[in-house]
């Protein structure tokens, strides 16, 4: 079976930075993603790990450790627009199957 | 340049009605995806095409059909809609840029209601 577990809710003041954890159990790992939902809306992109280490855009950057099954999303500087669900997501196989986790609710608070 | 669009944006189904809903993209990619969303929950495959003329299932495929009619469009056919069936429908796609990059491009979501 296919496993990814995050927190289910965040909450943090403007100007903050936020760590949102990704743990995956997956039958097979070509890569992590982050993808971000404004309520309302569709998923949008944010970044993909291959390998392992850090990945850094602008204020948002991700981190990955095949070893750990692990990875987490880095948010910083934190601004009222970043409240929305983020979402990360496992591609298990070659021919570009994804599996996403239940997502985490960031509140942004002023 | 649209990116992925789908329609409706909004559906009423009565149950053991059946209906398609259809995706395009214009960013010649390969791979296409359906997937559901429940209040509150993450993202669900229910099939994939990984290029034209293939299909396969993915984590939720029962009460579900789909045809790559061609590499831009991919539809999703519900032959007789259960009240379960009730939710957000995205489609997206994807080309793959080497191994080190893979973004997905979603569409605006259809809203289906099954009474």
């Known amino acids: 079976g296919q496993s990814l577990e995050q927190p289910s809710e965040v909450t943090a003041v403007e100007g903050a930075i936020v760590q949102i954890n990704c743990t995956y159990q997956?039958?097979?790992?070509?890569?992590l993603s982050w993808y971000q939902q404004h309520d309302g809306g569709a998923p949008t992109f944010l970044s993909y790990?291959?390998?392992?280490g850090l990945e850094e855009t602008g204020r948002f950057s991700s981190f990955l450790s095949r070893s750990d099954s692990y990875g987490y999303l880095l948010l910083q500087e934190l601004q009222m627009k970043d409240s929305a669900s983020y979402f990360c997501a496992v591609r298990v196989s070659y021919g570009q199957n994804f599996v996403f986790g239940p997502g985490t609710r960031l509140s942004v608070l002023p | 340049n649209a990116g992925v669009t789908q329609t409706p944006k909004f559906q009423v189904l009565k149950t053991g009605q059946s209906m398609t809903l259809q995706c395009a993209q214009d960013m010649n990619h390969n791979s296409m995806y359906w997937y559901r969303q429940d209040p509150g929950m993450g993202l669900r495959l229910i099939y994939y095409s990984a290029s034209e003329g293939t299909t396969d299932k993915g984590e939720v495929p029962n009460g579900y059909n789909v045809s790559r009619l061609n590499k831009r469009e991919f539809s999703l056919r519900l032959e007789s809609a259960a009240p379960s069936q009730t939710s957000v429908y995205f489609c997206?796609?994807?080309?793959?840029?080497?191994?080190?990059?893979?973004?997905?491009?979603f569409g605006p979501g259809t809203r289906l209601t099954v009474l």
């Open positions: 997206a796609s994807i080309e793959v840029e080497g191994e080190l990059y893979n973004e997905q491009f």
């Open positions: 790990n291959a390998l392992d």
């Open positions: 997956t039958s097979g790992f070509y890569g």
